[in-house]
């Protein structure tokens, strides 16, 4: 009699007939076999790119009409939310509590395992309660099984505050179509370790991850063309990354960039405008302000044909 069990037909806990001897393969043939099955990652992220340039749209929206965005999880899948909103502040020069990770288990979960977190619904409807969740919002529940009972609640109770719900999952078959308004699914097949879905469900997903945050900030005018004009200056190699960045943009010596960041207490893109612009420090904001913060509208400038000619070739 055939066993039943009750995950044994999730695509993220299948038996990958091609790994089934790993244990007996020389270093470098598992390194070759691993980059075979990542190769299918990119594909498959590839067939979700619709879905995933509505989530950004989504995300897009609902910060400038002054919401938040919140990623929960479990295991993997939570992990991957917080590195993702821990990078917003230094990347994009976002508030941190303009992007939050919600992870089952909590803090404490982020190194020590505590897998039975993920079973709790009830606390993953909890914490967006505490959260003070609302309609502006946008909550990205990430489960690369799809059956994390902690992150469903989590968006079954968004869903009640009327917040806008995306789910990223690895299962196409996710039963969530009533709860969330947009499900993106790259389907990436049996694990090389089975169930180990920090390997290829945690690639597609931190790529995933990636492109909807990205987008979203590009969206907002966080960059000025591929520059990353509102870093944030808290190490020598981010305050030599603004100077190269108004140096470039503006056509000034690394002296003179270092100068005007001082003058525009090392804003980006107050610098930019001032130089371009003539105006002074409080004017550049308000003109930034005005251009809902886009140094392109401020400016009224496209920077890429001036790069061009200026950057080396590839």
């Known amino acids: 009699m055939a066993n039943n069990f009750k995950w044994q037909d999730l695509p993220t806990e299948a038996i990958n007939l091609d790994t089934l001897g ?56 939570g992990r991957l939310g917080i590195l993702e909103a821990s990078e917003m502040p230094p990347t994009f020069g976002t508030p941190p509590k303009l992007v939050q990770a919600i992870m089952a288990g909590g803090q404490d979960a982020v190194f020590r395992t505590r897998e039975g977190a993920e079973d709790n619904f009830e606390e993953g409807a909890r914490t967006i309660a505490r959260l003070r969740v609302t309609k502006r919002d946008v909550v990205i529940g990430v489960s690369a099984s799809g059956v994390s009972k902690f992150v469903r609640g989590a968006l079954t109770g968004a869903r009640n505050k009327g917040a806008r719900i995306i789910f990223v999952t690895c299962w196409p078959g996710a039963d969530l179509q009533n709860v969330v308004d947009l499900i993106i699914a790259p389907s990436v097949g049996a694990e090389v370790i089975a169930g180990s879905t920090r390997l290829k469900a945690g690639t597609a997903t931190k790529m995933v991850l990636n ?36 140096a470039l943009v503006t056509g000034v010596t690394a002296e003179e960039s270092s100068d005007l960041l001082k003058r525009a207490k090392w804003n980006v893109k107050a610098a930019i405008v001032m130089k371009k612009t003539g105006a002074t420090y409080v004017q550049a904001l308000k003109r930034l302000r005005k251009a809902d913060d886009s140094v392109r509208t401020a400016l009224g400038e496209d920077l890429a044909p001036a790069l061009r000619t200026m950057l080396p070739k590839p």
């Open 22 to 77: 790993i244990d007996t393969m020389p270093a470098l043939e598992i390194i070759d076999i691993i980059s075979h099955e990542d190769r299918k990652v990119v594909s498959a992220v590839h067939k979700e790119r619709e879905r995933i340039a509505h989530g950004a749209t989504l995300i897009a929206a609902a910060l400038k009409k002054g919401g938040r965005v919140f990623l929960v999880g479990a295991g993997t899948s």
């Open 211 to 246: 492109m909807l945050t990205t987008i979203a900030m590009i969206g907002v005018g966080k960059t000025y063309g591929n520059l990353m004009v509102d870093v944030q200056t808290g190490s020598d190699k981010l305050k030599d990354r603004a100077r190269r960045i108004v």
